[in-house]
């Protein structure tokens, strides 16, 4: 029902910034919680941040609280992550994510992904 588009990954030097969209299709972007993940090569993917259906609650893995923040625009259907001061080991694919509950949304378990868009910071 619901389809994710991220877009906004690239290269940037540490230090730099990204803004990372997730474009959602249909009707009902407004009632879903939703949430960003990361995968590095040969690694689990981790949480990053999520936002609740309202956009009233935010929540940050603590490797990126006050570094990234979580938005999302209604009218356009999009959630955005805007990422600062970016290091090396941000590097990963991002990946957002609809349909998850507040108690559960760091645990990876949504209804809904994305296909994943890159990011690579370089030193």
């Known amino acids: 029902q619901v389809q994710l588009v991220e877009s906004g990954g690239g290269l940037v030097q540490a230090g730099g910034s990204l803004r990372l969209s997730c474009a959602a299709s249909g009707h009902t972007f407004s009632s879903y919680n939703m949430g960003w993940f990361r995968q590095a090569p040969g690694k689990e993917r981790d949480f990053v941040s999520a936002?609740?259906?309202?956009?009233?609650?935010?929540d940050y893995a603590d490797s990126v609280k006050g570094r990234f923040t979580i938005s999302r625009d209604y009218a356009r259907n999009t959630l955005y992550l805007h990422m600062n001061s970016l290091n090396p080991e941000d590097t990963a694919v991002y990946y957002c994510?609809?349909?998850?509950?507040?108690?559960?949304?760091?645990?990876?378990?949504?209804?809904?992904w994305g296909q994943g868009t890159q990011v690579t910071v370089s030193s």
């Open positions: 936002i609740s259906s309202s956009g009233s609650i935010t």
């Open positions: 994510a609809a349909g998850s509950s507040i108690g559960t949304w760091r645990r990876g378990v949504y209804r809904y």
